[in-house]
């Protein structure tokens, strides 16, 4: 008797809706993204009547592992919003489909289009895994009357002005006032000042960890300065009651983020704060390298899974949401920056003050190492370097432990590359 | 019976019994035997996500494994936090079990029942759900608990921020949910302690505090034992605390617990293997803590 | 006489303070699931709302779905009870009272596997399940949770005290086992039937680590990965978060209250036994 219960409320499991149409193709978006995605829909499903799609949103601290773990437990989507960063990897374990043929059939995803650097973090070894969805660099977000107020009317433009306006904006502030809010567990921040003296973080095609190079060492030291004289404190995102808040407050004068911010600010920020905020591109290690500095290329991907039980469908929901019309929506919906060029041409970018620093800044980015591992490897960056900010390790020692892990990280895939009969 | 009819009913009961057991134990072979088998196995290669591409990518390592975990400083931390968690909070938690019981048990006690109820209720919430409101109580502005030290004219603590603070915020947590549970128990002890003892000694003089070390306690020894091991071999499976307060180790893998490293190296990074490796370490960490307890306690009768 | 007058006021002083102590935090999370969003993160904080409001509740169950993961965790809470009454019973009555070469022996070594933590199994076990097709379905969750070392140990403590007698005049009658399995020993363990029953409804409502890694696909989510995974996102909204923790918490909390006799007694049989 138990059996006929269990096996009739097992078969009551929820049924995917959308019942009437051919195709349901399951969709994973993440964070607000995942959230916004479902109002664009609906003119997809307009436009394509046999196919629902199916959102299923998922908090982007949870998202690569939530696609690992449906990668191994062969329960994918038939796309994904993907990170970035996470291409190589999930392009090496094999897990997406190669788009190259679709791309070069379609009369909406033109590569031409596409900022290079941002088109270039979807290419694993010369073949396209995933068609940008948004862009995401960081950049400087900083009080214009703190700054104003301390005389620097322009934002700085080298690490020394950038340095002294927060020296003069804490002196300014008094105690518990800060020149930048820099959460140590982020390693967009030491990777962005590494890249921008040049470091390359890893070596010999990716093999073992580049982190004391004369280059790198420097950068960690730049970086773990800010936090030891006082310029920065030393908080964890989880520790930061309110960001805006204290960005309101005056108790931080710069903070480096990213574009969903703008829209977070004019929204977050109490109405007499909103003309005393702007956005600029990051400064430059000194004046003989190109301003403005390097920035992480960042930003989102769509891409589809091998084994997807819809292939063909996908694609579809993927030029629907690559046409610059629908991009622009997308982006007055929820701040993100699209990828193509000619999106940009719309007034409520072109026109949009805070959001042309983004223009700027996305000229100058560089992607991060394509390795499978660089999730992992971007956690030890800021899990080696936070007992250098707290003190307790000197900066050196840590980039030597540092090293040894990334170096132990990288085993597996050195053992692979020898392995196989592939030049890397 | 004649012999032959004996045997035949005795053949009917075991082929019975075997079809009773079969979907019980072949549930429990299947799913948590085997596992832990092939666990071991595991523990034995590399396995990770190049190998689930892959299986080609799988080695061999034999004890590699073990030997990568002992020379990992932040295997040692978890270790080093995950003893910490037992040897305070574990006390701790028996202690109070203990004086709530005494309480509970005291002939002066009314509504028995009631105050029982109150301080077993901790334990049957869901420790996702409790941790998540305890997170907002810590909070070092608006928690509840900054407040109450407020009240007491002592300082706020930033309790989830601070390397120092974070671990014991969690045994504050633990001993919270866990007492109740182990104050049935004793309590239950208690009352199978004859009052005939309690009544000699008092006829020698005994006050209140020397029954308690002259009776009570002796007395209780044995649940007092299965108590503490039952909350040992529970405290060093810590991992759904850390895993909601404290962002899965934070601050600087203060709150990293043996079983979290092992949920982050299996299921973040996939590299079970290794994974696995801290897995039996664990086990054999508490088979060897639990074996000492019981041997100490024997020792102590004897 | 005086003496104990005042033990007695200090005793219950010290109960009472005890229990509002333990409650504050379950009370808190009531009051401040009610309160209008924001309130609570106020210095100082409130323990009252200032007006009670269920809208935080209302966007659980509209925007977030969390009505989803309530039905899937109380589903999964019945189904695994129910199976697992089943076959716990079954191989308890069969350990406890069926006569077979080995009995002593297997049962030796299915005690000396409670000290195994699940832990250890889980990597394989995933990998098992995804052999079987079962990541992120019910089955995966009911599956491994149909029969425990623990429940057959307690129906088996249980089952010993049935008297043989009573046994041998059925299978004399000719009734065959599993009848008299059904008809006589399963009424006679209802005592024991029922707290276990308790016990494995309250650990599958709580389960947290199994479910988060094997649902992957969110409309699967129990209530404890659900409101884990509201965190991700909403963790500066308190109200809401307390109402999601309210939902999990208060069906097991009434469960208990009704029931608590059986729990307790199932708990002592578990220890005082020894």
Redesign the interface.
Known sequence: M??A??SA??S???KTSGGDRAVTLRFWGL?REGEVVRDLMPEFERRNPNIHVEV???????AHE?LL??F????TPDLAQVGNTWIPELATLGALEPLDGRVRRSAVVNPADYFSGIWDTNVVEGVVYGIPWYVDTRLLFYRTDLLAAVGFPRPPRTWSEWVEAMRRIKAHGGPGHFGALLPVDEYEQPVIFGRQLGADLLRDGGRYGDFQSPAFRQAAGFYVGLYRSGLAPILANAQIA?VYQGFARGDYAFYITGPWNVGEFRRRLPPEMQGKWNTAPLPAPDGSRDWPGVSVAGGASLAVFRGAAHPEEAWKVIEYLSEPAVQIRFHDLCGDLPPRASAWAAPSLAGDPQTRAFREQLQRVAPAPKVAEWEQIAAQIWQGLEPAIRGQEHVDDALTDLDHRVDQILEKRRSVLARSPRAR | MPAEAIRR??R???R??????A??????F???????A??FL?SLTDFDLYAVADWRNLRLIGLDNYFRLLRDPIFWKALGNTFYFVLVGGPLTVVLSLA?AL??Q?R???FRG??R??????A???????A???R??Y?P????IN?GLELLGLPAIDWLGSTRWAMPAIILLSI?KNF??NM??LA??LQ?IPESLYEAARLDGAGWWAQLRHVTLPMLA??FL??GV?TC?GYF?L??EP??LTRQGEPLNSTLSV?LL??KE??RWWN?GY??AV??V??AV??AA?TLQVRASRRGEG | MKR?RI??LL??A??VL??AA?????F??IT?SLMPAGE??????PILPSRVTFEHYAELFTRLNLG?AF?NST?LA??VT??S????S??G???AK????G?GK?FGF?LA?L????????????????EM?L?????GV???G????FG?FLVRQYALSIPDELLDAA?IDGAS??RI?SQIVLPLCKPILVTLAIFTF?GT??D??WPL??L????RYT??VA???L???HV?D?EL??A???L??LP??LL??FL?RH??QG??MG??K?
Not at chain 1, 56 to 62: C, K, R
Not at chain 2, 117 to 122: D, E, I, K, S
Not at chain 3, 22 to 26: D, E, N, Q, V, Y
Request: aromatic residues 16%.
């Open positions: 138990g059996l219960l269990a409320l097992a009551c499991a929820p964070g299923q949103q998922i908090p982007f601290t949870a939530k773990t449906a191994v437990g062969r329960v309110n | 009913s005795a009917a009961e075991a019975a019994a075997w079809l009773f057991l979907p019980g134990l072949g549930i429990i299947l799913f948590f035997l085997l596992p832990i092939a666990a595991l709530a309480m509970i005291s002066l006690t009314r009631l105050f109820t109150a301080f077993f209720a901790p049957v919430t869901t420790m996702v759900a409790v998540t409101v305890w907002y109580l909070h502005q608006f928690g509840w407040r919270w109740g549970a049935i128990i239950a002890g199978n044995p649940t299965f108590v039952m071999i499976q991992f759904a895993f909601v079983a092992m949920y299996g299921f079970m994974a696995a897995a039996f664990l086990f508490i088979l639990t | 104990s033990a007695s005793l219950h010290a109960l005890g229990a333990t409650l504050f935090p379950l808190w999370m401040a609570a993160n106020s210095d100082p904080p989803q039905f589903l019945a189904a129910l199976l009454l089943l076959l716990n079954m191989a009555y069969a350990f069926l006569r077979f070469r009995r297997i299915l596997a000290v195994l933590p699940t832990q250890v199994a889980i990597l394989p076990l995933f990998l098992l399940l995804r097709h990541i992120s379905t019910y089955w009911i599956l491994p149909m029969a425990s070392i057959i299978r086992e599993f399995y309250l409502w709580n947290f680590l890694v094997v992957t696909d969110q409309s209530l404890p409101l884990a995974n965190f991700g996102e500066q308190t978060m307390m999601g923790s309210v999990t918490v097991v909390l208990f209250l608590q729990y307790i708990l002592l220890g005082v020894e």
